[in-house]
């Protein structure tokens, strides 16, 4: 025994705080939804099976959370400990450790498919580095110390810490306990703006908002398929913003300006108080590959753009809108589809709900059947009328097309690529899209052979994506499923593959099964 022993677990635990105080800084000064040791928590809860969930409720009631997150922060301390305690003896030992909880922070900050975003994982690295840097500030005092008492004659006393490194010490650890202190008071002040948005966003109550009501004859009923409506936790999320824009309502303010009769500025209750519109509206990415999953369905209620820019008087010439966010995003939209009967909006609700932060809270703008890089701005402040021939949009200018209709594709949900079925009818199943044409067959062939129609959901509006099953016989073997959709003008969709840059990717989703016998 000597007597560096309790610091170096005192080391571990510091360093560790430390990182999870400046992980916790990162997460609000980007305004993201949750530190990493919360995500890690809403994932356990989560992935908890519903009994356990509920019994966890019952026992703790409105608590669990709170508990979870204390549980989960005793559980780290230890290893923390456990950290500091390994530095003695190795370096690599705790850069395994701590390795692997940033990558299991990172997964669990990244595992909600819908609402993350790459940069959600920065405050997982801040504190990773945060934990390595602290780490070798406090050890190096520590390792001079025990060189010089490793001399000691085995049985006798420990020899005391030298005083030199004994200061070194206590003045790491107070710079390391001093950044703990900085960092978690810093980050609740500047988390305190996006908890009061939630807030007021949690208690905002909008007219003419309906929850949703999914057409029966939307559903086909395949075991599997990907739900017709996408919750708001699922949803993708794209967006070019590193601090997410929190917006209150209460200082938001939209511009209508440009080639006008008269410049339009409206408050949120003033836009909230012309009429709704509510609709059914599937959004994807031009960036979505064949197959992918960067698409979504939801309720969207909103105000038409179209009443909008009516009061303010379009002026002849214009063919555009150059769509502004609060944090400076723009995409430059066809006049056309703004104002004609397909009821482009500006949305402040979604599945009945205020528009959730990541998407676009308080006001964005949905059209049906373009890519969101063209249309469906989140945040959004200002739309100036304009000419295409005189404006540049941020993605525009990096090369994507300046016009993003959505189009024609097909998916196939079920089963998986990959996936082994026993011989005989299998069910495939999947979904379609052409928004604001509408889909009128979805058919499916079986190692290149004759195209076999699927049976179509009927959503009720050309608007969104629609649920197709079909059912196949399979001998044994390895087997390849193509699908491919025909939309309501009788386009079929292209076999030939394009990549996603400019408009958008083209070519049919497939999947290879093995057939057992
Ligand atoms: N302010 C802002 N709005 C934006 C974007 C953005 O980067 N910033 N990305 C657009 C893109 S490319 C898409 S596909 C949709 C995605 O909307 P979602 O994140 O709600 O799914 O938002 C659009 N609106
Ligand atoms: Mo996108």
Request: include cysteine; proline fraction near 6%.
């Amino acid at each position: 025994m000597t007597s560096t022993r309790g610091a170096w677990s005192l080391a571990g635990i510091l360093a560790g705080a430390a990182g999870l105080a400046t992980s916790y800084l990162t997460a609000n000064l980007l305004s993201i939804r949750e530190s990493p040791v919360v995500a890690v928590a809403e994932d356990v809860i989560r992935l908890t099976p519903g009994p356990v969930a509920e019994a966890a409720i019952d026992l703790l009631g409105h608590r669990d959370k709170a508990v979870l997150v204390a549980g989960i922060l005793v559980v780290v301390t230890v290893l923390f400990a456990v950290v500091g305690h390994l530095a003695r003896r190795s370096w690599w030992a705790p850069v395994l450790i701590l390795t692997a909880l940033a990558l299991a922070a990172a997964t669990a900050v990244l595992l909600p498919q819908g609402t993350a975003n790459a940069t959600d994982a920065l405050p997982v690295l801040a504190g990773f580095v945060t934990w390595l840097v602290a780490l070798s500030l406090l050890a190096a005092p520590l390792r001079t110390a025990d060189a010089a008492t490793e001399s000691t004659v085995p049985g006798e006393p420990a020899a005391a810490m030298p005083e030199s490194s004994r200061r070194g010490f206590l003045i790491g650890a107070g710079a390391v306990a001093g950044t703990v202190a900085v960092a978690g008071v810093l980050g609740r002040f500047v988390g305190a703006g996006r908890r009061e948005v939630e807030r007021i966003r949690g208690l905002l109550r909008l007219p003419g908002v309906s929850a949703p009501q999914v057409p029966p004859r939307a559903i086909i009923g395949a075991e599997g398929i990907s739900p017709w409506l996408t919750s708001a936790t699922d949803f993708y999320r794209i967006d070019t913003a590193i601090a997410i824009p929190v917006v209150n309502p209460s200082d938001w303010r939209l511009r209508i300006q440009g080639l006008v009769d008269r410049e339009i500025e409206l408050t949120f209750d003033e836009l909230n108080a012309f009429e709704k519109t509510e609709a059914w509206v599937t959004l994807n990415c031009v960036s979505n590959p064949v197959g992918g999953d960067l698409i979504g369905n939801a309720w969207w209620s909103g105000v038409r753009v179209a009443t909008l820019l009516a009061d303010a008087g379009v002026q002849p010439g214009a063919d555009a809108v150059l769509q502004t966010s609060e944090d400076g995003w723009t995409c430059g939209t066809p006049l056309e589809a703004l104002t004609d009967d397909r009821d482009a909006m500006l949305a402040v609700a979604m599945n009945g709900k205020p528009l959730p932060i990541e998407h676009g809270f308080p006001v964005r703008t949905i059209v049906p059947g373009l890519y969101g890089y063209v249309s469906a701005t989140k945040w959004v402040v200002d739309l100036e009328v304009t000419r295409f021939a005189d404006i540049q949009a941020y993605w525009t200018e990096k090369g994507w097309a300046e016009r993003g209709p959505v189009k024609l594709a097909s998916r196939i949900d079920v089963p998986d690529s990959g996936a082994e079925v026993a011989a005989g009818e299998v069910a495939v199943a999947g979904v379609a899209w052409a928004q604001h044409t509408g889909i009128s067959a979805v058919e499916v062939a079986v190692d290149g052979g004759a195209w076999q129609r699927a049976d179509l959901a009927d959503p009720g509006t050309i608007d969104t994506w629609v649920q197709w099953r079909a059912v196949v016989d399979l001998e044994p073997g390895e087997h390849r499923i193509v699908v491919r959709a025909t939309d309501a003008e009788g386009l079929v969709q292209t076999d030939v593959e394009r990549d996603v840059l400019p408009d958008g990717a083209t070519g049919r989703h497939g999947i290879d099964l093995s057939v057992s016998g």
